[in-house]
T-cell receptor, first 113, second 111 residues
Framework: DAEITQSPRHKITETGRQVTLACHQT?????MFWYRQDLGHGLRLIHYSYGVQDTNKGEVSDGYSVSRSNTEDLPLTLESAASSQTSVYFC????????????FGPGTRLTVL | AQTVTQSQPEMSVQEAETVTLSCTYDTSESDYYLFWYKQPPSRQMILVIR??????QNATENRFSVNFQKAAKSFSLKISDSQLGDAAMYFCAYRSGDMRFGAGTRLTVKP
């Protein structure tokens, strides 16, 4: 069955370190998204991609970057981790237009000490 | 910017009864999409129901239905015959380009 996976599921890092969260989908979807989930804010969009070599900034993109070199993967990099980036991170993918369902990964809990 | 507001941080319902979760949104767009997602303790986000703004007919999916009031910018979720497995966080979301989520409503189902 097609799926979307994230790794690691849990990570603890220190302030100032570079961190990369992996997202891999086997749906063959063109669209991929990264969100962060914080109490009281729901999910907020960090970055998204509509295809290979395409990346776009979302609502809360400062301090994060993504690259899309193939259809299956959209890694999220925190250039210099900050305590404010402690959160649960979700990757999602979808096909086609805005009406289509976004399929979410299981999430990565990141703690920045 | 589009915003989505869920005014009920927590709701509770008795098993087998009906509950309605509220959602309002702010937009100047005329063409957009609305969604309700469920997030159980496993953290997995699951699509419950969706609505296209140009459709006047309210969407239904088994025990789940919506009351879409476009002029009022309201999109409430009704859960009928509530089951213990319905206990979860519920997120309302709006999409016209980016997806915007509300802060969520935690639903408790009492046996």
């Amino acid at each position: 069955d097609a799926e979307i996976t994230q790794s690691p599921r849990h990570k603890i890092t220190e302030t100032g370190r570079q961190v990369t969260l992996a997202c891999h989908q086997t749906w063959n979807h063109n669209n991929m998204f990264w969100y962060r989930q914080d109490l009281g804010h729901g999910l907020r969009l960090i970055h998204y991609s509509y295809g290979v070599q395409d990346t776009n900034k979302g609502e809360v993109s400062d301090g994060y970057s993504v690259s899309r070199s193939n259809t299956e993967d959209l890694p999220l990099t925190l250039e210099s981790a900050a305590s404010s980036q402690t959160s649960v991170y979700f990757c999602a993918s979808s096909e086609g237009d805005s009406y289509n369902e976004q399929f979410f990964g299981p999430g990565t809990r990141l703690t920045v000490l | 910017a589009q915003t989505v507001t869920q005014s009920q941080p927590e709701m509770s319902v008795q098993e087998a009864e009906t509950v309605t979760l509220s959602c309002t949104y702010d937009t100047s767009e005329s063409d957009y999409y609305l969604f309700w997602y469920k997030q159980p303790p496993s953290r997995q986000m699951i699509l419950v129901i969706r609505q296209e703004a140009y459709k006047q007919q309210n969407a239904t999916e088994n025990r789940f239905s919506v009351n879409f009031q476009k002029a009022a910018k309201s999109f409430s979720l009704k859960i009928s015959d509530s089951q213990l497995g319905d206990a979860a966080m519920y997120f309302c979301a709006y999409r016209s380009g980016d997806m915007r989520f509300g802060a969520g409503t935690r639903l408790t189902v009492k046996p």
